[in-house]
C-alpha cells in the first residue's frame, strides 16, 4: 500500500516538503539570492519558487539538484536538521528536536538570517563574546 491516505496529499502540506522548502529558502537568503533570480536559474516563474518554499509545491529530485547546483549546495542540504528522522540513538531526544525546529525555524526567517549573517562578519573573539553576552542580556528583559 503505497498511500494509505490519499486524502493527506491534498490538504496541508507534508513535513518533509516544508522543511525542504525552508531550507532551500533558508539557503537562498544566505547566499543573498533573490526568488527571481533563483527562478530564472531553474527555469521557473518566482510563484513557483514561493510555492517550493512554503511547502505547498511539492520538489522533485531533479529540480532539487538544479536548486542545489544554483545554490551551491549539497543535495543533502536541504533534508540536514529534519524533524521526524530517524535517531541516530534511540534515547529520548523530544527536547532536542524541537531545538532544532525552532532553531530551524529562526534560522529561515529574515531577522535570523541577518542576525546570522551579521554575527559571523564580526571577527574579533572579544566583540563576539561580548555581543553574545548582550543578545542573552536583551532576551532576559521582558519588556512590559
Known sequence: ???PNPEKTKGKPEPVDVHVGRRIRMRRVWKQVTQMALAEAIGVTFQQVQKYEKGTNRVGASRLQQIAD??????SYFFEDMPGAAAVDSGDR???????????????SDEGLALIRAFSRITDKRVRSRTLDLMKALAGHDPA
Open 94 to 108: 523530544s527536547g532536542q528536536k524541537r531545538l532544532q525546529s525552532e532553531i530551524v525555524e529562526f534560522a529561515s
Open 70 to 75: 544554483a545554490l551551491n549546495a549539497p543535495v
Open 1 to 3: 500500500m503505497l498511500n
